[in-house]
Protein backbone atom coordinates (compact mmCIF):
# COMPACT_ATOMS: atom_id res chain seq x y z
CA UNK A 1 0.00 0.00 0.00
CA UNK A 2 1.19 3.27 -0.84
CA UNK A 3 1.65 5.70 1.80
CA UNK A 4 3.01 9.06 1.72
CA UNK A 5 2.13 10.46 5.44
CA UNK A 6 2.74 10.00 9.16
CA UNK A 7 2.58 10.84 12.24
CA UNK A 8 4.80 9.41 15.13
CA UNK A 9 6.15 9.90 17.99
CA UNK A 10 10.09 9.60 18.70
CA UNK A 11 11.67 9.06 22.04
CA UNK A 12 15.52 9.14 22.72
CA UNK A 13 17.07 7.21 25.84
CA UNK A 14 17.45 8.35 29.09
CA UNK A 15 21.36 8.23 30.05
CA UNK A 16 22.07 5.86 32.52
CA UNK A 17 22.35 6.80 36.54
CA UNK A 18 25.70 7.58 38.27
CA UNK A 19 26.42 5.83 41.43
CA UNK A 20 27.53 6.70 44.69
CA UNK A 21 30.54 4.11 45.87
CA UNK A 22 33.29 3.56 47.82
CA UNK A 23 36.63 1.37 46.94
CA UNK A 24 36.41 -1.41 49.65
CA UNK A 25 39.32 -3.61 49.70
CA UNK A 26 40.85 -5.93 52.25
CA UNK A 27 43.52 -3.72 54.14
CA UNK A 28 42.43 -0.62 52.51
CA UNK A 29 40.38 0.97 54.69
CA UNK A 30 39.48 3.88 53.41
CA UNK A 31 38.85 3.64 49.92
CA UNK A 32 38.19 6.38 47.88
CA UNK A 33 35.30 7.29 46.07
CA UNK A 34 35.02 5.04 43.03
CA UNK A 35 31.40 5.48 41.48
CA UNK A 36 31.03 5.31 37.73
CA UNK A 37 29.16 7.57 35.20
CA UNK A 38 25.71 5.98 33.63
CA UNK A 39 25.76 5.62 29.63
CA UNK A 40 24.47 7.79 27.51
CA UNK A 41 21.54 6.97 25.98
CA UNK A 42 20.14 5.77 22.59
CA UNK A 43 19.50 8.31 19.85
CA UNK A 44 16.63 8.31 17.56
CA UNK A 45 18.08 8.41 13.64
CA UNK A 46 16.24 8.55 10.18
CA UNK A 47 18.29 6.79 7.70
CA UNK A 48 17.35 6.79 3.73
CA UNK A 49 17.01 3.47 2.08
CA UNK A 50 16.95 2.89 -1.52
CA UNK A 51 14.69 0.12 -1.11
CA UNK A 52 11.97 1.62 0.48
CA UNK A 53 9.57 3.81 -1.83
CA UNK A 54 6.20 3.99 0.86
CA UNK A 55 6.04 5.18 4.37
CA UNK A 56 4.36 2.11 4.89
CA UNK A 57 5.91 0.74 7.94
CA UNK A 58 4.59 3.95 10.19
CA UNK A 59 1.17 3.39 9.74
CA UNK A 60 1.30 0.70 12.28
CA UNK A 61 4.15 1.46 14.26
CA UNK A 62 3.28 5.04 15.92
CA UNK A 63 6.16 5.12 18.47
CA UNK A 64 10.05 4.95 18.27
CA UNK A 65 11.57 4.82 21.25
CA UNK A 66 15.78 4.42 21.79
CA UNK A 67 17.22 2.52 24.55
CA UNK A 68 18.29 4.28 27.94
CA UNK A 69 21.90 4.32 28.78
CA UNK A 70 22.78 1.81 31.51
CA UNK A 71 23.72 3.28 35.06
CA UNK A 72 27.51 3.12 36.45
CA UNK A 73 29.50 0.94 38.32
CA UNK A 74 31.73 0.60 41.19
CA UNK A 75 35.88 1.00 40.08
CA UNK A 76 34.88 3.91 37.96
CA UNK A 77 32.97 1.61 35.67
CA UNK A 78 30.81 3.83 33.05
CA UNK A 79 27.44 2.21 32.37
CA UNK A 80 26.91 0.83 28.46
CA UNK A 81 25.22 3.53 26.11
CA UNK A 82 21.97 3.29 24.73
CA UNK A 83 22.08 1.50 20.99
CA UNK A 84 20.61 4.41 18.83
CA UNK A 85 17.76 3.65 16.60
CA UNK A 86 18.23 3.95 13.02
CA UNK A 87 14.64 4.16 11.55
CA UNK A 88 14.82 4.17 7.61
CA UNK A 89 12.88 5.93 5.51
CA UNK A 90 12.54 6.12 1.62
CA UNK A 91 14.22 8.71 -0.49
CA UNK A 92 12.30 11.87 -0.79
CA UNK A 93 11.17 11.90 3.19
CA UNK A 94 10.72 15.48 5.09
CA UNK A 95 11.07 15.39 8.39
CA UNK A 96 8.44 18.27 9.84
CA UNK A 97 7.81 18.79 14.25
CA UNK A 98 4.30 18.19 14.19
CA UNK A 99 3.11 20.81 16.07
CA UNK A 100 4.66 23.97 14.55
CA UNK A 101 5.96 22.67 10.93
CA UNK A 102 9.50 23.15 11.21
CA UNK A 103 11.28 21.32 8.65
CA UNK A 104 14.28 19.09 10.68
CA UNK A 105 15.28 17.95 7.33
CA UNK A 106 15.24 16.64 4.02
CA UNK A 107 16.48 13.07 3.50
CA UNK A 108 17.25 12.43 -0.42
CA UNK A 109 20.25 10.09 -1.06
CA UNK A 110 20.79 6.52 0.10
CA UNK A 111 22.65 6.18 3.58
CA UNK A 112 22.00 9.79 4.40
CA UNK A 113 21.38 10.40 8.06
CA UNK A 114 19.72 12.50 10.28
CA UNK A 115 19.89 12.63 14.25
CA UNK A 116 16.17 13.89 14.99
CA UNK A 117 16.20 13.01 18.75
CA UNK A 118 19.42 13.04 21.01
CA UNK A 119 19.95 10.62 23.97
CA UNK A 120 20.39 12.16 27.26
CA UNK A 121 23.84 11.97 28.52
CA UNK A 122 25.08 9.73 31.29
CA UNK A 123 24.81 11.37 35.08
CA UNK A 124 27.89 11.39 36.75
CA UNK A 125 28.99 9.31 39.80
CA UNK A 126 30.74 10.53 42.92
CA UNK A 127 34.23 9.90 41.87
CA UNK A 128 33.37 12.82 39.78
CA UNK A 129 32.87 15.19 42.57
CA UNK A 130 35.49 14.21 44.76
CA UNK A 131 37.66 17.15 45.97
CA UNK A 132 40.43 18.66 48.17
CA UNK A 133 37.55 20.03 50.12
CA UNK A 134 35.14 16.86 49.91
CA UNK A 135 37.34 13.76 49.73
CA UNK A 136 34.01 11.50 50.44
CA UNK A 137 31.61 13.43 48.39
CA UNK A 138 27.84 11.34 48.96
CA UNK A 139 26.47 12.64 45.55
CA UNK A 140 25.93 11.84 42.34
CA UNK A 141 23.50 12.93 39.12
CA UNK A 142 20.82 10.60 37.93
CA UNK A 143 20.85 10.13 33.55
CA UNK A 144 19.70 13.20 31.72
CA UNK A 145 15.80 12.34 30.95
CA UNK A 146 15.61 11.54 26.85
CA UNK A 147 13.79 13.75 24.68
CA UNK A 148 10.33 13.22 23.17
CA UNK A 149 9.27 14.68 19.81
CA UNK A 150 5.89 14.39 17.87
CA UNK A 151 7.22 14.52 14.02
CA UNK A 152 5.01 14.55 10.94
CA UNK A 153 7.02 12.57 7.69
CA UNK A 154 5.73 13.36 4.13
CA UNK A 155 7.09 11.60 1.27
CA UNK A 156 7.72 13.08 -1.98
CA UNK A 157 8.62 10.63 -5.01
CA UNK A 158 12.05 11.55 -6.02
CA UNK A 159 12.34 10.64 -10.00
CA UNK A 160 14.03 12.17 -13.21
CA UNK A 161 10.53 12.90 -15.43
CA UNK A 162 7.25 13.24 -13.79
CA UNK A 163 4.41 12.09 -16.02
CA UNK A 164 1.19 14.37 -15.59
CA UNK A 165 -2.01 14.72 -17.44
CA UNK A 166 -5.89 14.82 -17.13
CA UNK A 167 -7.63 11.18 -15.99
CA UNK A 168 -7.50 8.91 -18.50
CA UNK A 169 -4.61 10.40 -20.73
CA UNK A 170 -2.82 7.01 -20.67
CA UNK A 171 -0.47 7.63 -18.37
CA UNK A 172 -0.19 4.47 -16.34
CA UNK A 173 -0.35 2.95 -19.66
CA UNK A 174 2.93 4.71 -20.63
CA UNK A 175 4.91 3.70 -17.97
CA UNK A 176 4.43 0.38 -18.15
CA UNK A 177 5.26 0.56 -21.70
CA UNK A 178 8.65 1.48 -21.35
CA UNK A 179 9.31 0.19 -17.95
CA UNK A 180 8.91 -2.34 -15.52
CA UNK A 181 6.26 -1.11 -13.42
CA UNK A 182 2.89 -2.80 -13.62
CA UNK A 183 0.85 0.13 -12.57
CA UNK A 184 -3.41 -0.94 -12.65
CA UNK A 185 -4.86 -0.14 -15.86
CA UNK A 186 -8.50 0.33 -17.27
CA UNK A 187 -10.31 2.44 -19.93
CA UNK A 188 -11.87 4.52 -17.24
CA UNK A 189 -10.96 7.53 -15.36
CA UNK A 190 -9.00 7.84 -12.15
CA UNK A 191 -7.79 4.37 -12.25
CA UNK A 192 -4.39 5.39 -10.22
CA UNK A 193 -4.64 6.05 -6.78
CA UNK A 194 -1.47 6.39 -5.96
CA UNK A 195 1.89 7.34 -7.58
CA UNK A 196 3.76 4.66 -9.35
CA UNK A 197 7.59 4.57 -10.50
CA UNK A 198 9.59 2.98 -12.91
CA UNK A 199 13.23 2.88 -14.53
CA UNK A 200 13.12 3.02 -18.26
CA UNK A 201 16.61 1.73 -19.90
CA UNK A 202 17.44 3.75 -22.96
CA UNK A 203 20.53 2.55 -23.60
CA UNK A 204 23.89 1.11 -21.97
CA UNK A 205 24.64 4.57 -20.45
CA UNK A 206 21.06 6.16 -20.06
CA UNK A 207 18.45 5.40 -17.55
CA UNK A 208 15.51 7.38 -16.45
CA UNK A 209 13.63 7.00 -12.87
CA UNK A 210 9.89 8.32 -14.01
CA UNK A 211 6.81 8.98 -11.67
CA UNK A 212 3.31 8.53 -13.00
CA UNK A 213 1.62 11.48 -11.16
CA UNK A 214 -2.62 10.29 -10.91
CA UNK A 215 -4.97 12.31 -12.98
CA UNK A 216 -5.25 15.90 -12.08
CA UNK A 217 -8.37 17.59 -12.34
CA UNK A 218 -9.32 21.70 -11.94
CA UNK A 219 -8.58 22.86 -8.57
CA UNK A 220 -6.40 19.99 -7.48
CA UNK A 221 -4.37 22.76 -6.09
CA UNK A 222 -6.90 23.37 -3.81
CA UNK A 223 -6.78 19.73 -2.65
CA UNK A 224 -10.06 19.21 -4.74
CA UNK A 225 -10.20 15.56 -5.41
CA UNK A 226 -6.69 14.16 -4.14
CA UNK A 227 -5.04 17.29 -5.78
CA UNK A 228 -2.44 17.99 -2.47
CA UNK A 229 -1.67 14.47 -2.64
CA UNK A 230 -0.61 14.06 -6.06
CA UNK A 231 1.24 17.53 -6.64
CA UNK A 232 3.62 17.64 -4.08
CA UNK A 233 5.42 14.23 -5.75
CA UNK A 234 5.62 16.58 -9.17
CA UNK A 235 7.94 18.93 -7.10
CA UNK A 236 10.89 16.28 -6.77
CA UNK A 237 11.18 16.01 -10.76
CA UNK A 238 13.18 17.92 -13.26
CA UNK A 239 11.35 17.42 -16.32
CA UNK A 240 7.69 16.34 -17.11
CA UNK A 241 5.87 14.54 -20.13
CA UNK A 242 2.50 16.11 -20.51
CA UNK A 243 0.36 13.38 -21.68
CA UNK A 244 -2.79 14.72 -23.86
CA UNK A 245 -6.11 12.41 -24.63
CA UNK A 246 -6.19 12.53 -28.42
CA UNK A 247 -9.88 11.31 -28.21
CA UNK A 248 -10.16 14.01 -25.08
CA UNK A 249 -13.21 16.92 -26.35
CA UNK A 250 -10.01 19.72 -26.32
CA UNK A 251 -7.04 18.29 -25.76
CA UNK A 252 -5.66 21.91 -25.79
CA UNK A 253 -7.52 23.26 -23.44
CA UNK A 254 -6.64 20.55 -21.12
CA UNK A 255 -3.17 21.09 -21.47
CA UNK A 256 -3.59 24.50 -19.82
CA UNK A 257 -5.80 24.14 -16.88
CA UNK A 258 -3.18 21.37 -15.99
CA UNK A 259 -0.39 23.44 -16.32
CA UNK A 260 -2.73 26.29 -14.72
CA UNK A 261 -3.23 23.42 -11.36
CA UNK A 262 0.52 23.32 -11.21
CA UNK A 263 1.63 26.57 -11.34
CA UNK A 264 -1.16 27.63 -8.80
CA UNK A 265 0.53 24.78 -6.33
CA UNK A 266 3.78 25.66 -6.96
CA UNK A 267 5.11 28.27 -9.33
CA UNK A 268 7.97 27.09 -9.94
CA UNK A 269 6.34 23.78 -11.16
CA UNK A 270 5.45 26.02 -14.11
CA UNK A 271 9.29 26.45 -15.23
CA UNK A 272 10.50 23.05 -15.50
CA UNK A 273 11.19 21.55 -18.91
CA UNK A 274 7.74 19.84 -21.00
CA UNK A 275 7.54 17.55 -23.58
CA UNK A 276 4.06 17.52 -24.86
CA UNK A 277 2.78 14.58 -26.35
CA UNK A 278 -1.00 13.41 -28.01
CA UNK A 279 -1.33 9.60 -27.09
CA UNK A 280 -3.79 6.82 -28.67
CA UNK A 281 -2.30 7.30 -32.24
CA UNK A 282 -3.51 3.97 -32.64
CA UNK A 283 -7.02 5.22 -33.03
CA UNK A 284 -7.96 6.69 -36.59
CA UNK A 285 -10.05 9.52 -35.03
CA UNK A 286 -6.59 10.23 -33.61
CA UNK A 287 -4.68 10.10 -36.40
CA UNK A 288 -6.95 12.22 -38.57
CA UNK A 289 -7.03 15.47 -35.68
CA UNK A 290 -3.05 15.24 -35.13
CA UNK A 291 -2.20 17.84 -38.14
CA UNK A 292 -4.85 20.21 -36.41
CA UNK A 293 -3.92 19.31 -32.62
CA UNK A 294 -0.22 19.70 -33.79
CA UNK A 295 -0.85 23.35 -35.14
CA UNK A 296 -2.47 24.43 -32.24
CA UNK A 297 0.26 23.34 -29.77
CA UNK A 298 2.85 24.95 -31.71
CA UNK A 299 0.90 28.18 -32.06
CA UNK A 300 0.87 28.09 -28.74
CA UNK A 301 4.84 27.33 -28.24
CA UNK A 302 4.78 23.73 -27.66
CA UNK A 303 7.14 20.89 -29.03
CA UNK A 304 4.58 18.90 -29.81
CA UNK A 305 4.61 14.68 -30.38
CA UNK A 306 1.92 12.03 -31.07
CA UNK A 307 2.72 8.64 -29.03
CA UNK A 308 0.76 5.59 -28.83
CA UNK A 309 1.06 4.14 -25.37
CA UNK A 310 -0.61 1.38 -26.36
CA UNK A 311 1.32 0.43 -29.67
CA UNK A 312 4.64 1.79 -28.61
CA UNK A 313 4.89 4.01 -31.51
CA UNK A 314 7.19 6.91 -30.60
CA UNK A 315 7.99 6.34 -26.73
CA UNK A 316 11.72 5.64 -27.63
CA UNK A 317 11.52 9.08 -29.07
CA UNK A 318 9.51 10.54 -26.02
CA UNK A 319 12.37 8.99 -23.85
CA UNK A 320 15.14 10.36 -25.73
CA UNK A 321 13.53 14.19 -25.86
CA UNK A 322 13.00 13.60 -22.11
CA UNK A 323 16.63 12.27 -21.39
CA UNK A 324 17.77 15.20 -23.38
CA UNK A 325 15.70 18.31 -21.73
CA UNK A 326 17.04 16.18 -18.33
CA UNK A 327 20.91 16.56 -19.13
CA UNK A 328 20.06 20.30 -20.14
CA UNK A 329 18.41 21.08 -16.84
CA UNK A 330 20.64 21.78 -13.72
CA UNK A 331 20.19 19.76 -10.34
CA UNK A 332 18.38 21.62 -7.62
CA UNK A 333 20.24 21.39 -4.19
CA UNK A 334 18.38 20.26 -1.25
CA UNK A 335 16.40 22.80 0.29
CA UNK A 336 17.84 22.19 3.59
CA UNK A 337 20.95 21.16 4.55
CA UNK A 338 22.20 17.99 6.55
CA UNK A 339 22.64 17.45 9.15
CA UNK A 340 19.84 19.42 10.61
CA UNK A 341 19.36 19.69 14.56
CA UNK A 342 16.50 21.57 15.70
CA UNK A 343 17.16 24.55 17.35
CA UNK A 344 16.43 25.07 20.71
CA UNK A 345 15.75 28.14 23.24
CA UNK A 346 17.93 29.08 26.05
CA UNK A 347 17.55 26.24 28.56
CA UNK A 348 18.34 28.67 31.34
CA UNK A 349 14.60 30.38 30.57
CA UNK A 350 12.15 29.67 33.14
CA UNK A 351 8.32 30.58 34.07
CA UNK A 352 6.53 30.47 37.53
CA UNK A 353 2.96 29.38 37.25
CA UNK A 354 0.36 29.02 39.99
CA UNK A 355 -1.74 25.51 39.86
CA UNK A 356 -4.23 25.57 42.49
CA UNK A 357 -2.54 25.70 45.91
CA UNK A 358 0.71 25.12 44.59
CA UNK A 359 3.58 26.58 41.92
CA UNK A 360 4.95 24.86 39.13
CA UNK A 361 8.38 25.77 37.78
CA UNK A 362 9.00 25.31 34.39
CA UNK A 363 11.91 25.30 32.08
CA UNK A 364 14.49 23.27 30.76
CA UNK A 365 17.54 23.56 32.76
CA UNK A 366 16.02 23.28 36.06
CA UNK A 367 13.73 20.32 35.09
CA UNK A 368 16.93 18.69 33.79
CA UNK A 369 18.10 19.55 36.95
CA UNK A 370 15.53 18.17 38.88
CA UNK A 371 15.49 14.67 36.96
CA UNK A 372 19.07 14.00 37.84
CA UNK A 373 18.93 14.92 41.46
CA UNK A 374 19.60 11.95 44.22
CA UNK A 375 17.06 13.63 46.86
CA UNK A 376 17.90 10.83 49.28
CA UNK A 377 21.40 12.09 49.34
CA UNK A 378 21.58 15.15 50.93
CA UNK A 379 24.91 16.45 49.46
CA UNK A 380 23.48 16.42 45.87
CA UNK A 381 19.59 18.25 47.37
CA UNK A 382 22.25 21.13 48.78
CA UNK A 383 23.69 21.19 45.16
CA UNK A 384 20.40 21.50 43.26
CA UNK A 385 19.47 24.14 46.12
CA UNK A 386 22.86 25.85 44.35
CA UNK A 387 21.35 25.36 40.92
CA UNK A 388 18.27 27.36 42.15
CA UNK A 389 20.24 30.17 42.95
CA UNK A 390 22.09 30.24 39.73
CA UNK A 391 19.17 30.13 37.44
CA UNK A 392 17.73 32.69 39.62
CA UNK A 393 14.87 30.48 40.65
CA UNK A 394 14.77 31.25 44.28
CA UNK A 395 14.44 34.85 43.87
CA UNK A 396 12.06 34.46 41.51
CA UNK A 397 9.50 32.50 43.81
CA UNK A 398 9.94 34.66 46.35
CA UNK A 399 8.66 37.80 44.19
CA UNK A 400 5.81 35.82 42.99
CA UNK A 401 4.89 35.57 46.73
CA UNK A 402 6.19 32.03 47.71
CA UNK A 403 5.68 31.33 51.57
CA UNK A 404 7.32 28.81 53.99
CA UNK A 405 4.80 25.71 53.52
CA UNK A 406 3.99 26.18 50.02
CA UNK A 407 4.11 23.56 47.55
CA UNK A 408 6.24 23.42 44.29
CA UNK A 409 6.08 21.51 41.78
CA UNK A 410 9.35 20.98 39.11
CA UNK A 411 9.20 18.36 36.75
CA UNK A 412 7.73 15.18 38.69
CA UNK A 413 8.67 16.26 41.53
CA UNK A 414 6.66 17.65 44.59
CA UNK A 415 8.48 19.92 46.85
CA UNK A 416 8.10 21.97 50.09
CA UNK A 417 8.98 25.85 50.19
CA UNK A 418 11.49 27.00 53.03
CA UNK A 419 12.54 30.54 53.22
Keep these: MFIDQAQIKVLSGKGGDGIVHFRREKFVPRGGPDGGDGGKGGDVVFEVSQHLNTLYSFRRKKVHRAPNGARGGGNNKTGRSGEDLVTLVPPGTIVYLDESGEILGDLVEAGQQLVVCEGGRGGRGNARFASSRNKVPRLAERGEPGRELNLRLELKLIADVGIVGVPNAGKSTFLAAVTNATPKIAD ?232
Design 188 to 419: YPFTTLSPNLGVANLDEYTTLVLADIPGLIEGAHEGIGLGHDFLRHVQRTRVLIHLLDGLAEDPVADLGQINTELALFDPDLAKKPQVVAVNKLDLSDVQERWPQLEAQLKERGYEARVISAVAGTNVRKLLYRASQLLAETPVEEASVEMPVYRPEEDPREFEILQEDSAWRVVGTSIERAAAMTYWEYEQSVRRFQRILETLGVDEALREAGTQTGDTVLIGDHELEWED
